[in-house]
Structure formats: structure tokens, C-alpha cells
């Protein structure tokens, strides 16, 4: 190729080229083909093969994640079961359906034992929830704080478990005539609560 001149040659006859220059151009096109070959099939795949790698530790990932829960299912299934367990005995410490009216009495007497006045003791109609009903009673009370304080006493002392919660209570003194210096007025809704028995629960919480 040193005398020989790549601006003569002739493109339509390269089988006229002389030896050398044809295999310095069956290289170059050899270097081209592979230089495409990878480009537009070796590098797509290699990028295919790193999203696939990613792909790989995320789902190992979660499989350590599933595996680790699946191993602690029958632990959690126990304590469930034991929760659930504590939670009946825990309701069945709560008055019945039959037990309700005279609870309702209980804590109107305890009132009165304790020197307080009722102006309002009205009970509402109950309100069924998933497995208790609450019972809320509307109170006007005049009492000392001493006497607040032997009525809640009172309450706790009672043969069943009574849970009160009170909504929209208010406790302030009460002066005027004939009121005795240190009353005060309590009034709102507390609520109290029942447990529902066997046949309310099969029925879906209807009495």
C-alpha cells in the first residue's frame, strides 16, 4: 500500500483492489459490525441485566420481609388468642343485660347516700356498639366536693365493675339563696357501659 494511492480506488470493482487494502477494509468493516452488534444488542442487554439485578434484591428483600412475618405468625396468632381471651373476662366484669336497671339504681342511690342532691338523673336510651352497649344518663347534681369525692368512692365499691366516662361535664360553684357556702354544680352526661351477651352478639348487637 505504499505506492498505491486510496484516492484511485475504485468502489464499484473492489474486487480489483489489491490484497492489502482489501483486508485492511474487511477489518475496519469487521470492527464496525462488532462495534454495532454490542452497541444495539450486547450494552440494551447488559442495561436489562442491571434493572434485573435491582429487581432481584428488592424481591429478596421482601422475601427476608415475608419470611421474617411468616415466622413470628403463630406467636402473634397465640397472643392474639390470649388477648382475646383477656378482653371476655375483662368484659364479663361489665353488668349485664338483666343486671343494667338495678346498676342505674345503684349509682342513683350512692348519690343520694352520699348527701348529694339530684335535680336531673335521667338515663337514655343505650347505644349498641360491636360487643357493649353504652348507657348514657343526663346529671344535675348539687354536692360538695367531699361529697363528689364519697360518691365516686361509692361508685367503685359497687358489687359490679361501673365505668363511667364523662361528655360535656361540667363542675362549678353554686351560690344564691339557700345554697350552703362550697356547693357546687356538676352537670352533663356520663356514660356507662354493659357488656352484650351471647344471644345480642349472634344477632349482630340487637336486643
Partial sequence: MNNFDLRNLDFNNAGAWPVPVKAFFCVLLAAL???LAWYFFVDDQRIQLEQLKG???QLRQQFEYKAGKAANLEPLKQQLAEMEVMLSQM?????????????IVDISQTALASGIQN??????PEVIKDFYAEKPISLRMLGTFHQFG???SGVASLP???IMTMHDISLRPQGGDGVAPGTLLLEGTVKTYRYLDEEEVAQGGQP
Fill in 33 to 35: 459490525i462488532l462495534f
Fill in 55 to 57: 429487581e432481584e434484591t
Fill in 91 to 103: 368484659l364479663r366484669q361489665l353488668p349485664s343485660r338483666t343486671e343494667m336497671p338495678d346498676l
Fill in 119 to 124: 335535680e336531673l338523673f335521667r338515663p337514655g
Fill in 150 to 152: 364519697s360518691f365516686v
Fill in 160 to 162: 359490679r365493675v361501673v
